[in-house]
């Protein structure tokens, strides 16, 4: 029996981490619609009931509908969840803001999922949903330390949702949060996003030290370390230091660095070990947000004058053709500093 009820959000990506947010929306008892725009993967979906190609297992609750079409879920929806790759994300939300039944304004919520920052251009998602939506609707993120299998079978878990207006994060909050799912609002957009963006890099750093085999003391050398740079990065672009110590920091981080479901961490591994970057992507069937975002990272990085030496060494590593080991030994023969800059 279908017993949705409340505003019909609409999430906007099937991959498996939008798949598990709608399956999570829709066991919380909210209509959802979910859109992907590939119309043969979506009939699958729609056929079976479950997304197997990207969240195995998983049944769809009742309240959740499948659609391969944007203008009838413009039509239909009040809130939207965009959960694409961070290649897609400017393009999607022309789409939808494109579709005459779009209501742009301020009662309508945008959110997204994505973990990254817009290619090519070093900027943040929020900038690009600034672009594209203009002030009309209320903008919001989601982060945190969160794999969507675990999130598909109603493990607990906890995240944030940030937007600058409260009353929207905590109508967020609302969509998600369950007896297992714990949800904390934060205002800090700047500092959610960069929190999610950078701590891929980290986990490619780590599966590279873990693939090279440098054991335990290593990884948590590079996880402490890659939490100073993401907290230099976050400060130096508006973020609070306190939202990095936090879920969409530390929280996502440490998940990321440590646990073989992470797909940058896999790149990383597979780096490590000496196979090519093509194969590994090829390999694991889905975005690694990482391997893109690194680039931007360094570049944003670059434009305000913040050492990021981990990140630096991924990048030459991922882009520059420069073998895992030589990259690890140059990041251990930098320069004695001290840990904390004095007061």
């Known amino acids: 029996m279908n017993t949705a009820r409340g505003p019909r959000i609409a999430v906007l990506g099937a991959g498996s981490w939008g798949t598990a947010l709608a399956v999570l929306c829709a066991r919380n008892a909210r209509p959802v619609l979910l859109w992907g725009h590939n ?17 195995p297992g998983i049944d769809l609750p009742a309240g959740l509908s499948v659609h391969d079409d944007l203008a009838e879920v413009a039509a239909a929806a009040d809130h939207y969840l965009v959960v694409v790759p ?45 672009d594209v939506l203009g002030g009309a609707v209320r903008l919001g993120v989601f982060s945190g330390p969160t794999f969507a299998r675990e999130i598909g079978r109603g493990l607990p878990a906890a995240l944030t949702a940030a937007s600058e207006d409260p009353a929207a994060a905590d109508a967020m909050s609302d969509w998600l949060r369950n007896d297992h799912v ?50 230099r990065l976050g400060v130096a672009l508006g973020g609070r230091v306190e939202t990095f110590m936090g879920l969409a920091g530390l ?16 790149v990383g591994l597979g780096l490590g070990k000496g196979r090519g970057l093509d194969g590994i992507l090829e390999e694991l069937g889905q975005e690694a947000e990482g391997v893109r975002t690194t680039a931007e990272v360094r570049n ?9 030496p981990i990140t630096e060494q991924v990048h030459r590593v991922l882009h520059d053709g420069v073998p895992a080991q030589e990259a690890v030994e140059d990041l251990l023969h930098r320069r004695p500093k001290k840990e904390f800059a004095p007061r």
């Open 251 to 266: 929280g996502d981080l440490v998940l990321t660095c440590t646990d073989d479901q992470s797909r940058n961490r896999r």
């Open 39 to 55: 119309p043969e993967h979506m009939a699958r979906i729609e056929a079976d009931r479950r997304n197997e190609r990207y969240l």
């Open 300 to 308: 944003l990085a670059a434009g305000h004058g913040v050492d990021m």
């Open 182 to 231: 714990r949800v904390y609002t934060s205002q800090d957009v700047v500092g959610v996003q960069l929190g999610g963006a950078t701590k891929n890099v980290m986990a490619i750093a780590a599966g590279i030290s873990d693939g090279l085999g440098f054991g335990a003391n290593a990884r948590a050398a590079l996880i402490t370390r890659g939490l100073a740079e993401m907290s």
């Open 86 to 130: 961070s290649h897609a994300f400017r393009q999607v939300l022309k789409d939808l803001h494109g579709q005459p039944a779009f209501q742009a304004s301020q009662a309508t919520i945008v959110a997204w999922g994505t973990k990254g920052l817009e290619p090519g251009r070093a900027r943040l998602l929020s900038d690009v949903a600034r």
